[in-house]
């Protein structure tokens, strides 16, 4: 198999990793009571981060940190203009502006970086 076609094949993964955790982390999040738009961010920032590192064919951990800039530019873009929703929740605060969606995506992207860098500090031993 070509170089091309294995980072065509871990991009795959991680697309589809995306979805899979994002929507996940959205219905379990609003299961549990909570905003749905934290939750779906940080469950898919952790499994685009983690997929990487797994998926990449070469260069793992410095996919990773790419995997984690690039997403935080990306949820930077598309959550800056978030506001509370309108639930007995937030009575308060409903329609305020907060950055809590884009922080706890951010937050997911660490600790995804954390959990690569474990796997990468056992492979070497």
Not at 51 to 56: E, I, L, R, W
């Given at each position: 198999?070509l170089?091309?076609?294995?980072?065509?094949l871990?991009?795959?993964?991680?697309?589809?990793?995306?979805?899979?955790?994002?929507?996940?982390?959205?219905?379990?999040?609003?299961l549990?009571?909570?905003w749905?738009?934290?939750?779906?961010?940080?469950a898919a920032?952790?499994?685009?981060?983690?997929?990487?590192?797994?998926?990449?064919p070469?260069?793992?951990?410095?996919?990773?940190?790419?995997?984690?800039?690039?997403?935080?530019?990306?949820?930077?873009?598309?959550?800056?203009?978030?506001?509370y929703?309108?639930?007995?929740?937030y009575?308060?605060?409903a329609?305020?502006?907060?950055?809590?969606?884009?922080i706890?995506?951010f937050?997911?992207?660490?600790?995804?970086?954390l959990?690569?860098a474990?796997?990468?500090?056992?492979?070497?031993?």
């Amino acid at each position: 198999m070509l170089p091309f076609e294995r980072w065509f094949l871990a991009f795959l993964a991680v697309a589809g990793a995306f979805f899979i955790a994002g929507i996940t982390g959205s219905i379990v999040t609003d299961l549990a009571g909570l905003w749905h738009l934290p939750g779906a961010g940080f469950a898919a920032a952790l499994a685009v981060v983690v997929t990487t590192y797994v998926a990449a064919p070469s260069r793992k951990f410095q996919a990773s940190c790419l995997a984690l800039v690039v997403g935080a530019l990306a949820a930077w873009f598309l959550l800056d203009s978030s506001w509370y929703p309108e639930t007995d929740r937030y009575q308060g605060l409903a329609y305020q502006p907060t950055h809590l969606p884009f922080i706890a995506t951010f937050c997911g992207g660490v600790v995804g970086l954390l959990f690569a860098a474990l796997l990468r500090s056992r492979a070497r031993a």
